[in-house]
Structure formats: structure tokens, C-alpha cells
């Protein structure tokens, strides 16, 4: 479905997966971390996902190096200003087509928002379409942006792979498909000329950073994802080993439930969770604040402390409902935050580079640890590196 009216809700979409972390689990399923009495197959994989993301894991003290990580990523200023080269502003009047995964979530619709106040500098347009966070809804909605013609299409947080034939026939119509979240990786592959996000890793590596730096080494942590998505599943991974090489530390679940249904699966999810593992419980770990208002309406229920345990950490995507809940000190300690507005930015100028026949750019945008300390007092994190004037001079503009 298309969208024609001003994009107003900030939210946030992850991307499609095939497989959990040598689990399987129903969609709404919570799924036990490894323990002592594992099988010698479920031993072997830990062991393999471990060492997938063992580039995440520092060596040695793993609280002290995590709470350098937590205090680094507080204070961090580099990362946010994209490359000072590029082709000057090319097809005037172009129609790019912004294919929202899910428009009623976060990160997806502040993307659309940015991607327009890019636009406007480029005196192109922007038509959002809905995919109604399903397989289908997103099929027809790419098939509408090829019929009307659009120039370029930006998937908005869905799998490439679900979508291949559609991007097949965009291609084969020169119409230029980018991904933003499209896939655990950031640049081209998938049929995509490049997929814009930040580094997953680093932001699970942020996130389970703050768990262990937080408790001293000694979090019991519950993680969610939504197994539906690659750069999801990714990120609840790699926040699962970096809990694990912790040796005072505990995944006590890994649950896979869908974020279209978090605030309607977490309540009962979380109330369960309480009376099965009691005051041992310190930590949510989620690929998503969306996950947490859900969280949040049990936590009330039960009487538990506001600023106390389980404290709530997301690995992505910073919205206004998480900022506000960290500001309030209410059921969420911190989120490791995308500049959005800034990926807008970047999304305008690689189908720049795509026009003018360029390869598209090697910059990938840091994330940032949002807690009370630095909570933004506005909407989204938007990090004051001046990129908005270092795109302009790119393009001529």
C-alpha cells in the first residue's frame, strides 16, 4: 500500500532469517541458554558461534574491557561524518520509492522521514510504501514502486533473499534497489547496489557490553529476537556469546518472538520469566526497544523497581518511546542507538552515485550508547558532525 501522507511515527524493522543459534523455537518461544549438562552437539555449537564472533569478545578482563566499551561508546564523537568525495547531483526530479517493511515501527519510519528532508535537497521526491509487516504486503508494495515508474527503491528494512525476484525485475527495469537493514551486512550483495546500516556486531557488542560492565560481571539475561530476520538474528547471537564469555554471567533464556507482536506476547513472556527465575533475572537483552513497552506494562504489574532489575538494554534502534522510557528512568536503563536521520542522508547519496554510474561508498555510521547520561532531549539520535553540510558540498548543493 502506498503512502501518501507525512511520515510521522519514528520506528524500526530488523531484517529476515532462516535459523537461531543452534535452537529451534516456535515464533513465541523462550528457548534456554547452554548449560552445564548440554549435549556434546549443542557444546560444539556454542563453540562455533563463539568463535563466529569472537572479534567482539576482548581478551582478558572482559569487565574491565567492557566497561572501557560502555564508557568509550558514551563519549564517542567519530563515526558519523560519511565521505567527502562523490558525484555532484545527478537526474533532477527523480522518484525514488522508500518500501517500508512495517510502517508502524520504529527505525523504518524515521528513515522515511529523513530520507524525505534528503530529497528535498536534491530536488527529488519520495513515495513511502507500506509492506504491512508481512511477506506479501512487502512483495506487492515493491511491485507498485516498479508500475509507477519510481527511478530508485529503497527497501526499508526487510530481506533482500524474500524479496529476490521483485529486485530482479527492478533491476531489469534499471531501476537501482538499496537496502537499509536489508541483511546482516552492511554493502552491496543480494541483488542490492549497497545495504546502509550500521555495523550489528558493534551494536550487540555495545549492548551485552553494558550488561556486563553494569553488573559487574554477574548479569543473568534474558534476550529476544525475531527469527524472521537475518540482522536480527545476527545481533541476538552475537549478544548471546558475549554474555557466555562472561564467566560470571548467564543467558537464562534466548526467546524468539515476533516484533509486530511484541506489546501483545511480552506482558505474558515477562510475567513468566519473573516466576521462573526470580531475582536471578538482572537483564533483558532485546534486538529492539520494541520489544521493551511490552516488557515495561509486566514489569509495572509485578511491582518491580523502575530503575532496578531486570533492567532493559536494546541492541538498536533508539525511537522516542525508548529515549523516553530512559529519560523517565522507566523499566529501560539504555539503547544502543542508529543515526537515522544520517543513514537517510547516506541512503539519498549512494543512489546519487548509483545515477551517475559509481560504485556506492565504503562508509558505515557508528551506533551510539543512549542511557539516562545522554539521553537526546529531541525524537532521534542525530549526532552533530555537520554531515548534512559535507553532503551538500558533495552534491553541488
Known amino acids: 500500500m502506498k503512502v501518501t501522507t507525512t511520515v510521522g511515527r519514528i520506528a524500526f524493522a530488523t531484517l529476515a532469517a532462516t535459523a537461531l543459534l543452534g535452537v529451534s ?50 563519549s564517542a564523537s567519530a563515526g558519523f561524518t560519511p565521505q567527502t568525495d562523490g558525484p555532484t547531483a545527478q537526474k533532477p526530479g527523480a522518484k525514488i520509492a522508500y518500501v517500508g517493511s512495517d510502517l508502524t515501527n520504529g527505525g523504518v519510519n524515521a528513515v522515511a522521514t529523513g530520507l524525505k528532508e534528503a530529497a528535498t535537497v536534491m530536488g527529488w521526491t519520495v513515495n513511502v510504501y507500506d509492506g504491512q509487516a508481512s511477506a506479501q504486503g512487502r512483495t506487492a508494495a515493491i511491485s507498485q514502486a516498479i508500475a509507477a515508474k519510481s527511478d530508485a527503491i529503497i527497501l526499508g528494512g526487510s530481506d533482500p533473499t524474500e524479496s529476490a525476484a521483485s529486485i530482479k525485475l527492478a533491476t531489469a527495469a534499471g531501476i537501482p534497489v538499496l537496502g537499509w537493514h536489508a541483511g546482516a551486512s552492511t554493502g552491496p550483495g543480494n541483488g542490492l547496489f549497497t ?44 549478544m548471546k556469546a558475549y554474555i557466555e564469555a562472561c564467566p560470571g554471567c ?63 538494554v536494546a541492541a538498536g534502534d533508539g525511537d ?67 554531515y548534512r553540510d559535507v553532503f551538500k558540498k558533495v552534491w553541488g548543493k
Request: proline content about 6%.
Open 320 to 386: 522516542p518511546a525508548e529515549f523516553q522510557r530512559i529519560r523517565s528512568v522507566d523499566y529501560q536503563a539504555a539503547t544502543v542507538a542508529e543515526p537515522l536521520i544520517l543513514e537517510s542522508w547516506q541512503l539519498i547519496d549512494e543512489i546519487n552515485r548509483a545515477f551517475a554510474g559509481k560504485q556506492g561508498s565504503t562508509f558505515v555510521p557508528a551506533p551510539g550508547l543512549i542511557t539516562v547520561k545522554n539521553v537526546p532531549t529531541g525524537d532521534v539520535f542525530d549526532p552533530a558532525s555537520g
Open 195 to 238: 545495504n546502509v546500516s550500521t555495523d550489528p556486531l558493534k551494536v550487540s557488542q555495545i549492548a551485552a557490553a553494558f550488561a556486563v560492565a553494569d553488573s559487574d560481571g554477574k548479569a543473568g539475561v534474558a534476550i529476544f529476537t525475531d527469527g524472521q530476520y537475518a540482522i536480527a538474528v545476527k545481533k541476538a547471537q552475537a
Open 250 to 312: 548467564k543467558v537464562l533464556s534466548y526467546n524468539d518472538s515476533p516484533i509486530a507482536d511484541a506489546n501483545t506476547r511480552m506482558p505474558g513472556l515477562i510475567s513468566n520469566m519473573l516466576q521462573k527465575d526470580g531475582k536471578n533475572l538482572t537483564y533483558l537483552l532485546a534486538i529492539n526497544g520494541n520489544y521493551f513497552g511490552g516488557a515495561q506494562q509486566a514489569l509495572k504489574a509485578a511491582k518491580t523497581d523502575p530503575a532496578g532489575t531486570p533492567k532493559s
Open 25 to 74: 523455537a516456535c515464533s513465541s518461544g523462550s528457548v534456554s541458554g547452554a548449560s552445564a549438562g548440554a549435549t556434546p552437539a549443542a557444546a560444539a555449537t556454542t563453540a562455533a558461534a563463539s568463535s563466529e564472533f569472537a572479534s567482539i569478545i576482548p581478551p582478558g578482563d572482559i569487565v574491565a574491557a567492557s566497561k572501557k566499551l560502555v564508557s568509550d561508546s558514551l
